[in-house]
């Protein structure tokens, strides 16, 4: 295997999206991130946070969860479709994978495409994409791989070398869902602004339905999710130096029927006070930090958000309750 790592990971000293501030140098990204959304009129912060090396960890256990139907389902469809969904891919591709997260999905489907060019990783959590690395040198290790840290969202290029051979954008465990729809909207136009007419999007995304089923798997009974949503507050106090008391916020899921999207929140379960950075945030008892969206798509809304994109939808695969959807589209 050939493995470039496009950004090397760097110690939490030299990385400056990974400390906390220090006096008179200037407030990182996290920080910027963190302080604009905790003094909005209704506080939030950006779900990109959530994965450090614990979330990342908690998130493999949500992901394990009988209440988390969404990987269960998205693994269904691809042992029942794999064939078919690696020859509509074709030949040649190089797949790039937007919040590769621990790459799980991909080696199945990479080990069964015809002659892969090459495979492209992109995750914000170093640590991740250096545990996947291991795996793809032991099972295809003929396999070019190119993993890249950074933020999917801010990439104009994915890797050095211009691509010369077919790409496709592999966006599985219903990522897309985290954006607003027109996020989404501006999110695929930005992958399609790196592509070229042709080349492929292959994206996993979960379906509108029962809203007990929907809020189940976002509070569960184990309370993994809990853990992961408060593992945040966690991790402001680390890098941040807050004092975020964690037994004084609970977590929240619920399903907004209009808005189509199980929200998760955290809500302060009293009036208090809360040193981050050097300001001193104010909660009321009841009051939330939105920290998620995870918006459900029917198959119409989903066609009309690629056709928005400049995505031509060609083939989509479901499960029998029609609970997930992998659709295979291409840039027109
Ligand atoms: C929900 S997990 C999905 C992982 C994997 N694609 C899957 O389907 O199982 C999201 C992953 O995306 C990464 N991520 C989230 N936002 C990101 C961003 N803006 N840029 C890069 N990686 C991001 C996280 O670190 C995490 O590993």
Request: charged letters at 25%.
């Amino acid at each position: 295997m050939n493995i470039a790592l496009q950004t090397p990971p760097v110690s939490a000293k030299e990385n400056p999206s990974s400390v906390g501030p220090e006096e008179g140098t200037p407030p990182n990204e996290f920080t910027k991130d963190v302080i604009a959304g905790l003094t909005a009129p209704q506080k939030t912060l950006p779900c990109k946070y959530l994965y450090d090396e614990a979330g990342s960890r908690i998130f493999e256990q949500i992901c394990e969860l009988e209440d988390y139907y969404l990987t269960r389902t998205e693994a269904e469809i691809f042992s029942s479709h794999l064939p078919d969904i690696a020859k509509e891919l074709g030949t040649g591709v190089t797949l790039i994978e937007p919040g590769a997260g621990n790459c799980e999905k991909a080696e199945p489907l990479l080990a069964i495409m015809e002659s892969p060019e090459a495979y492209i990783p992109i995750d914000i959590s170093p640590e991740i994409l250096l545990g996947a690395r291991a795996r793809f040198e032991a099972s295809q290790p003929e396999l070019l791989v190119r993993p890249v840290i950074g933020d999917f969202t801010q990439m104009d290029r994915w890797g050095d070398e211009e691509p010369g051979n077919r790409q496709v954008v592999f966006f599985p465990g219903s990522t897309i869902g985290n954006f607003t729809h027109q996020q989404a909207q501006n999110l695929l136009q930005h992958f399609a602004a790196q592509m070229a007419p042709g080349d492929g999007l292959l994206l996993g995304v979960d379906l509108v339905k029962d809203s007990v089923v929907l809020e189940r798997a976002y509070h569960d009974d184990r309370h993994v999710t809990e853990a992961f949503n408060k593992n945040l507050l966690r991790r402001i106090n680390r890098e941040l130096g807050a004092d975020f008391d964690l037994d004084a916020f609970s977590h929240r899921a619920f399903y907004h029927p209009l808005r189509q999207r199980v929200e998760m929140h955290l809500v302060s379960l009293k009036d208090q006070q809360v040193r981050v950075a050097d300001l001193s945030i104010p909660f009321l008892e009841g009051e939330s930090i939105h920290t998620e969206n995870s918006h459900k798509y029917t198959l119409e809304s989903l066609a009309s958000l690629l056709n928005k994109a400049g995505f031509q939808q060609k083939h989509y695969w479901t499960d029998t309750n029609n609970h997930y959807v992998i659709c295979y589209a291409e840039i027109f």
